[in-house]
């Protein structure tokens, strides 16, 4: 279940157990497998844990117990501390995005990582924040800046995730049909327009012109598919047809 080369997630004595599988769930999400619990206070492996985990619960399975944060850290060479409050200490504060872009620089040069998280009512212990080279800071509401533990999990494991992948910013869907070419698309606005010019449409030949270049504009700035293409065809038809003479 291990993966090399992606940060190891490090809960430091996390409090409940459906908390514990909500977090393995956020990881699986991300493609994070590296589960390492600190004096978790009830069993990561119980039913609550395993419910909470909706699926992920390989990750809980495989999670590695240790008595104290330097245990859990000791094969590890970079660490992130996940804190609200920077609590005085003199480190970079990096916000999840730029933390995730510094890490994936790292484990590509296979420097091992691992991203602290604390408690969920008092957060990491100055203790343990001492231990990071960086602090990562999620930019929120100051008015409101606190987060679930599985929350803080999932946000800075998207923005390491996001790296993995390269998704693009919009795909088009379309299913079982495909794309129509331009002359598909021309071939139906020439039947259009015909059957437009058939039913006195055009009449005003002044404004025949603009009225062909707005109609071809509204059908050519839209990815039309053949499916649609035929529906068009079809309610073209059907009005033609049950027109009054």
Sequence with gaps: ?????????????PQLAENV??????????????????HPREDH?????????????KILQNAKI??????????LEQIYATTARRRDMIKPVE????????????????????ILFGPERTGLHNDDVCLANAIIEIPLNPEHCSLNLS???LLVGYEWYKRQIEAPDI???TNKTSLADKEKVL?????FEDKLDNCGNFRQSEKHERMIINLRNIFTRNQLTLQELNTLYGIINYLDRHRPD
Excluded at 45 to 57: D, P, T
Excluded at 66 to 75: G, L, V
Excluded at 187 to 191: A, D, E, S, V
């Design 21 to 38: 599988g909500m977090s393995a769930r956020a990881m699986m999400n991300c493609g994070l497998y590296d589960l390492r619990l600190v």
């Design 171 to 173: 795909q088009f869907v």
């Design 66 to 75: 240790f008595s104290t944060t330097e245990e859990a850290i000791a094969d």
């Design 95 to 114: 916000t999840a995005s730029y933390a995730a872009q510094n890490m994936t620089q790292a484990l590509s040069q296979d420097i091992r990582c691992g």
């Design 187 to 191: 071939q139906f606005l020439k039947y």
């Design 1 to 13: 279940m291990m993966r090399f080369n992606q940060p190891s997630i490090i809960l430091v004595e």
């Design 45 to 57: 492996l119980s039913e609550k844990a395993i419910s909470a985990s909706s699926g992920a619960e």
């Design 151 to 153: 929350q803080a999990v």
